[in-house]
């Protein structure tokens, strides 16, 4: 225990137990946190937020190999999410090609986010297996080729079955970008980090808008921004062919520790024993979060387009700053949460999100339109910002590649029809706008369910685990730790005795205390 910290209770066992014990932990200012001693035992003490600390100095923390790992991570992720973006920007469009609706457009991100879930489980699972390098080189290399095959679909049912192909590979990315950038990164530098990080989804975004503002609002100008993502992804897993394996790998690796398939899925099995609960519950967190990104996102183009009558530069002007308060937000809370705690920096950006509602889509100037846009994504990509560390450091040590990917895409496919909903609701049901025509209402319809995932956000979060400072740089490769615990159990000859000896001393300093 370090001087001068008080010890605190266990951590609670079993769901309504947890739930309790977190809701009562949010609204103290210390922070429980698991420290593990010399032993390798663990036990729960109250720490005082650590001081916020110069950005600058927390960039140092990261040597040239850390900054490597990370930029490379953060342009895959930039990558994967141009290449989504690239279709959801370019809707309008998408519908005039086709001879389709917009919602029957939309019908191709909802199978896009539906097949997510599988890329993940099989990519992630591979990353945990056998590395993070060659499953995501894979990865990147087969989403440029899906790409270039969507600009050449001919018919709307090619075009679906493209894009549910898209879906099943691109959903690989994130566990193994995540995982790859900030494995290595420093414990005080991981939440500022992260918030960089998951940016890379806005700022493919910017990327993309940027793109179709250079291409025009004609009709067959979606297939060079297409050609532009396919670029991008190819040139991600090229990238990532450069650099080696992660650490823990290379450790195993030089150590001559050979890990078989049955060691691998034995140690899965028993995580899936322990943690089960903790799956359960990341996978409703990133539900909601995923609702709650895709509803205020990815119609919002339109709805500027259709609703508020904008021209295609001027609504994809207001995108790109839309997204860029995306960035700046995402920075600056994920870097505050290494402060307040994960938790109270999600509940406190999704509550203020709820209230900039009527400002974000009132306006009716492009202006008016930008500035609202810009403030709202700060908050919701704030609170975004913190999901990638969250998730890394709720997850079982070995499994960070398959755990927070998996939870972020499980949630995304059950949260698929965000857009297909707020599209479908939006074109039956109708507002006036400024020229005085009847006008789909898309800007109702993202509000409301904007402010819906928001407070289950809240309540969620409010009610869930954390573990900010976290441990897991000594964990090794999935199937390797079932031979470090063995190893461990026989180099300290009677276990039992030590745990004994070191209760009675942590019960004598807590009398003491």
């Known amino acids: 225990m370090a001087a001068g910290n008080e010890l605190a209770g266990p951590l609670a066992r079993g ?58 991570g953060l342009f895959a992720w930039t990558a994967d999410a141009f290449d989504f ?47 993070r390098k060659w499953p995501m080189v894979a990865n990147l290399i087969v989403l440029g080729l899906l790409q270039i095959a969507t600009i050449y679909c001919v018919t709307f049912e090619q075009f679906l079955a493209v894009r549910s192909l898209f879906g099943l590979f691109m959903g690989g990315v994130y566990g193994n970008a ?40 004609a009709t067959d100008t979606w297939k060079t921004v297409f050609w532009i993502a396919s670029g991008l992804s190819f040139a991600a897993g090229l990238l990532r062919c450069f650099f080696p394996e992660s650490k823990q790998f290379r450790a195993a690796k030089e150590a001559g520790r050979h890990i078989s398939a049955g060691d691998f899925w034995k140690e899965t099995k028993l995580m899936l024993a322990s943690e089960w609960r903790m799956c359960i519950y990341c996978i409703i967190l990133m539900t909601w979060f995923n609702y709650y990104a895709h509803s205020s996102q990815d119609s919002y183009t339109t709805f500027m387009l259709e609703s508020k009558e904008l021209l295609n530069d001027a609504a994809t002007r207001a995108s790109i700053l839309m997204n860029t308060g995306s960035c700046v937000g995402g920075t600056i809370i994920g870097y505050l949460s290494q402060f307040i705690g994960r938790r109270r920096a999600i509940v406190g950006a999704v509550l203020i999100s709820c209230c900039l509602v009527p400002a974000w889509i009132l306006p009716t100037t492009e202006s008016g339109l930008s500035a609202s846009g810009f403030m709202i994504q700060f908050f919701v990509q704030g609170a975004y910002g913190v999901v990638p560390i969250h998730l890394n450091e709720l997850s079982p ?39 005085g025509k009847v006008v789909d209402g898309y800007g109702p319809t993202m509000g409301i369910a904007l402010v819906i995932s ?60």
């Open 15 to 72: 769901v309504f137990a947890t739930a309790k014990q977190s809701l009562g932990d949010l609204f103290r200012w210390k922070q429980r946190v698991v420290v593990t001693n010399e032993l390798g035992e663990s036990y729960a003490e109250w720490q005082a937020p650590e001081r916020l600390r110069n950005p600058i100095s927390l960039f140092m923390l990261l040597n040239p190999r850390d900054w490597i790992y990370f930029l490379v």
């Open 85 to 131: 973006h690239a279709l959801s920007i370019q809707t309008v469009k998408l519908s005039n090609y086709y001879g389709r609706t917009k919602t029957d457009i939309s019908t191709a991100i909802t199978l896009t986010l539906l097949l997510r879930s599988v890329g993940a489980a099989t990519f992630g699972l591979l990353g945990d297996r056998f590395g």
């Open 178 to 217: 995540v995982a790859m950038a900030l494995e290595n990164c420093p414990n005080e530098a991981r939440g500022l980090m992260s918030g960089i990080l998951q940016q890379g989804y806005s700022l493919g975004y910017v990327l993309a808008a940027c793109a179709n503002l250079g291409v025009g609002g």
């Open 397 to 435: 040590p070995a499994y960070r590649s398959t755990f927070p990917g998996l939870a972020y895409q499980i949630g995304n496919m059950i949260s698929s029809p965000a857009a297909q909903i707020v599209n479908a609701i939006s074109e039956t049901h109708f507002v006036i706008s400024k020229s």
């Open 454 to 513: 928001a407070v289950a956000i809240a309540i969620t979060a409010s009610l869930g685990p954390e573990k900010r400072g976290r441990s897991f740089e000594r964990a090794g490769p999935a199937g390797a730790n079932i031979y470090d615990e063995a190893e461990k159990i026989m180099d300290t000859g009677s276990m039992s005795d030590s745990k004994t000896h070191k209760a009675t001393e942590l019960e004598a300093k807590k009398s003491e205390v």
